[in-house]
């Protein structure tokens, strides 16, 4: 793992993963994972759970560091947008084609 940050409503991590490994199944591990240990610990009054979906996206060895600093100063970015925003940017920038109506649903 190479950064990781975690706002109120969304987490960023930057991990470095084996090709054989899918994405699907490291996060699959990750919710899991922290999961049991914030209700095991009793980190928070009340119930917690994730969000059904993720995003990944990759980047080249040579941009981690970029990639840390920018996963490292979260509220900084998020005083001028939102997870929302932001998210809709990632995906703008990587030319992904989405549906707005199947992001957010958890979002008002």
């Known amino acids: 793992m190479y950064a990781i940050y975690c706002m109120p409503d969304h987490t ?15 996060v699959r591990d990750i919710k899991s994972n922290s999961t049991s240990f914030i209700k095991e610990k009793k980190i928070l009054d009340e119930d917690f759970s994730w969000q059904e979906g993720f995003g990944a996206f990759s980047y080249s060895k040579s941009q981690s560091q970029q990639v840390v600093n920018y996963i490292l100063n979260q509220p900084l970015h998020h005083q001028k947008r939102n997870f ?6 990632f995906l703008r920038n990587y030319d992904i084609a989405y549906d707005e109506k199947y992001l957010f649903e958890f979002y008002d």
């Open 12 to 26: 960023h991590i930057l991990v470095s993963i084996k090709p054989n490994i899918a994405i699907s199944d490291l």
């Open 84 to 89: 929302k925003e932001e998210y809709v940017e």
